[in-house]
């Protein structure tokens, strides 16, 4: 006699996997509910002041991050729930372009394996709920993976256009995708097979797409004087003078690594490494063509940056373009037992996470934080009926500033008013000449508060050349429950004196 699901039509899901779907399932509404209840950061806010100066490119990153923010804002309007639509959305196409990578090396059942990895992941909600240039370098970055896979492993030789064209724009969304061009050029040279295509004229069309795709990166650095380029390598490359061994900073990046990823990913990424560099004894050349591929785009970036983290430290988000091949290779060697492990881990952590969202049990001593920016806002502005004529700054590199304009409906100056460097605020037409003469608002977060006066030391001696007089007003307090959480000091500078023209054309 039929079974009831056979007669049905219906097969039936085995009960492990639905267990694992349902796990999945409460991850992503998790997600979901972190949409409306997050407030801003400061990344949202700064990457929404580059969408309102739309440019070829800007200062300290590549454009794309500002036009997503821009065509999201001007359809939606102009809320940090819209921002976090715009990354959640970007996110999802992510997800959806890994998985249509990921049927191309695994079977159906170890595909689903790695897309339900990918979702347990918390870098899937740092990208689906923070504006940063990684969400759409991760999209671009999937769909060139595509692309490069139809060109070389299907010859279809009208995707290496493609591949080149989305190589471009995953440059003009962080400079990261140099890692991409690194990797095609490692996978060509040391596959026996494939090596013809790096003769070519396709790959030489790639190049040639790519160079196309990236002018207006080129075109805005040209006319800038490369600031660009330059911050990104000279300036990381001082960073380095008198570099030293630090065990705590590569301990560090194995921290929040471990975070991003779940423990039992990150450390079964060393240890299948191990076990295949021990498997071919570093003849690479012997690996199969599919694994070698999916190698060539992870190895690079994720040993590169490790070995990096002893002498410089390494930002949480670097390696996250290396996990989207990294997490398909890794799926042939892995089962349902530990997908369950990690999609338990995930949840324990994603809870954690909702209830600091939702309570704020532990408060965070950084600017790095969505509590308290929309209260702030609201306190500076009641403030301004007491100043009308004042103008308002503040001289951290970007954040306060950052959500002050996002927030007020005024412009809010950063630390070029005091002749400093202020990333892209220098690069936005700000004239501070027409200020001459008028008193300003100074806005000083002080994140490792100790008491809650306006402590005077705070202000730098040298401001006082740009100003008659400073002097203190009641400072900003954020308070959750009846306890201050953050502190801003407020100071009152009188007369002010813009730093002359030259002195603001700094090189980066």
């Given at each position: 006699?039929?079974?009831?699901?056979?007669?049905?039509?219906?097969?039936?899901?085995?009960?492990?996997?639905?267990?694992?779907?349902?796990?999945?399932?409460?991850?992503?509404?998790?997600?979901?509910?972190?949409?409306?209840?997050?407030?801003?950061?400061?990344?949202?806010?700064?990457?929404?002041?580059?969408?309102?100066?739309?440019?070829?490119?800007?200062?300290?990153?590549?454009?794309?991050?500002?036009?997503?923010?821009?065509?999201?804002?001007?359809?939606?309007?102009?809320?940090?729930?819209?921002?976090?639509?715009?990354?959640?959305?970007?996110?999802?196409?992510?997800?959806?372009?890994?998985?249509?990578?990921?049927?191309?090396?695994?079977?159906?059942?170890?595909?689903?394996?790695?897309?339900?990895?990918?979702?347990?992941?918390?870098?899937?909600?740092?990208?689906?709920?923070?504006?940063?240039?990684?969400?759409?370098?991760?999209?671009?970055?999937?769909?060139?993976?595509?692309?490069?896979?139809?060109?070389?492993?299907?010859?279809?030789?009208?995707?290496?256009?493609?591949?080149?064209?989305?190589?471009?724009?995953?440059?003009?969304?962080?400079?990261?995708?140099?890692?991409?061009?690194?990797?095609?050029?490692?996978?060509?040279?040391?596959?026996?097979?494939?090596?013809?295509?790096?003769?070519?004229?396709?790959?030489?069309?790639?190049?040639?797409?790519?160079?196309?795709?990236?002018?207006?990166?080129?075109?805005?650095?040209?006319?800038?004087?490369?600031?660009?380029?330059?911050?990104q390598s000279e300036g990381r490359m001082n960073s380095l003078e008198g570099l030293h061994v630090s065990l705590s900073d590569f301990a560090g990046v194995i921290g929040h690594q471990s975070a991003i990823l779940m423990p039992i990913l990150l450390f079964s990424f060393f240890y299948f490494l191990y076990r295949l560099i021990r498997k071919y004894k570093f003849r690479f050349s012997r690996i199969p063509d599919d694994q070698l591929f999916l190698l060539s785009f992870f190895i690079p970036l994720f040993l590169g940056f490790f070995c990096l983290s002893f002498v410089y430290w390494v930002k949480i988000n670097w390696m996250m373009p290396a996990y989207v091949s990294g997490i398909i290779w890794l799926c042939r060697y892995w089962n349902k037992k530990w997908i369950r492990i990690q999609l338990i881990f995930s949840?324990?952590?994603?809870?954690?996470?909702?209830?600091?969202?939702?309570?704020?049990?532990?408060?965070?001593?950084?600017?790095?934080?969505?509590?308290?920016?929309?209260?702030?806002?609201?306190?500076?502005?009641?403030?301004?009926?007491?100043?009308?004529?004042?103008?308002?700054?503040?001289?951290?590199?970007?954040?306060?500033?950052?959500?002050?304009?996002?927030?007020?409906?005024?412009?809010?100056?950063?630390?070029?008013?005091?002749?400093?460097?202020?990333?892209?605020?220098?690069?936005?037409?700000?004239?501070?000449?027409?200020?001459?003469?008028?008193?300003?608002?100074?806005?000083?977060?002080?994140?490792?508060?100790?008491?809650?006066?306006?402590?005077?030391?705070?202000?730098?001696?040298?401001?006082?050349?740009?100003?008659?007089?400073?002097?203190?007003?009641?400072?900003?307090?954020?308070?959750?429950?009846?306890?201050?959480?953050?502190?801003?000091?407020?100071?009152?500078?009188?007369?002010?004196?813009?730093?002359?023209?030259?002195?603001?054309?700094?090189?980066?």
């Amino acid at each position: 006699m039929a079974s009831p699901s056979v007669h049905s039509g219906k097969i039936p899901v085995p009960a492990g996997r639905r267990i694992l779907i349902w796990l999945t399932v409460f991850i992503v509404i998790i997600r979901l509910i972190f949409i409306p209840a997050m407030g801003p950061m400061p990344q949202d806010a700064y990457y929404d002041f580059y969408a309102q100066h739309l440019a070829l490119s800007y200062y300290d990153h590549p454009p794309m991050i500002a036009y997503l923010l821009r065509i999201f804002t001007t359809v939606f309007g102009k809320k940090i729930f819209v921002l976090k639509l715009a990354d959640s959305t970007l996110t999802w196409l992510s997800i959806l372009a890994f998985y249509t990578l990921s049927k191309r090396f695994l079977s159906l059942h170890k595909a689903r394996y790695g897309l339900l990895l990918l979702l347990s992941t918390f870098m899937i909600s740092i990208l689906s709920l923070i504006s940063t240039p990684d969400v759409p370098l991760i999209l671009s970055w999937t769909l060139a993976l595509i692309f490069l896979h139809s060109a070389i492993f299907k010859s279809e030789n009208i995707y290496w256009v493609w591949a080149g064209i989305m190589t471009g724009v995953c440059f003009d969304s962080k400079y990261t995708a140099v890692f991409l061009i690194i990797g095609v050029l490692i996978f060509l040279l040391i596959s026996n097979k494939y090596r013809r295509f790096l003769f070519s004229r396709w790959f030489l069309i790639y190049l040639f797409c790519f160079a196309l795709a990236i002018l207006p990166v080129l075109i805005w650095n040209i006319r800038n004087g490369f600031a660009s380029f330059k911050f990104q390598s000279e300036g990381r490359m001082n960073s380095l003078e008198g570099l030293h061994v630090s065990l705590s900073d590569f301990a560090g990046v194995i921290g929040h690594q471990s975070a991003i990823l779940m423990p039992i990913l990150l450390f079964s990424f060393f240890y299948f490494l191990y076990r295949l560099i021990r498997k071919y004894k570093f003849r690479f050349s012997r690996i199969p063509d599919d694994q070698l591929f999916l190698l060539s785009f992870f190895i690079p970036l994720f040993l590169g940056f490790f070995c990096l983290s002893f002498v410089y430290w390494v930002k949480i988000n670097w390696m996250m373009p290396a996990y989207v091949s990294g997490i398909i290779w890794l799926c042939r060697y892995w089962n349902k037992k530990w997908i369950r492990i990690q999609l338990i881990f995930s949840i324990t952590l994603h809870l954690a996470m909702a209830a600091e969202v939702l309570f704020y049990f532990i408060p965070i001593h950084s600017d790095d934080t969505w509590f308290g920016w929309k209260d702030l806002a609201q306190q500076v502005n009641n403030m301004r009926t007491e100043y009308p004529q004042a103008f308002i700054f503040s001289s951290d590199d970007y954040k306060t500033s950052a959500i002050l304009n996002f927030y007020l409906p005024e412009t809010v100056y950063a630390k070029n008013v005091v002749g400093e460097r202020a990333l892209q605020f220098d690069f936005v037409g700000t004239d501070l000449l027409p200020l001459r003469g008028h008193d300003a608002i100074f806005i000083d977060s002080n994140p490792r508060f100790t008491n809650l006066n306006n402590e005077s030391d705070a202000i730098p001696p040298f401001y006082y050349k740009y100003f008659d007089q400073i002097s203190s007003l009641h400072p900003i307090l954020i308070k959750k429950g009846g306890r201050v959480e953050r502190k801003f000091s407020v100071f009152l500078c009188s007369n002010y004196h813009p730093p002359a023209p030259a002195s603001l054309q700094r090189s980066p």
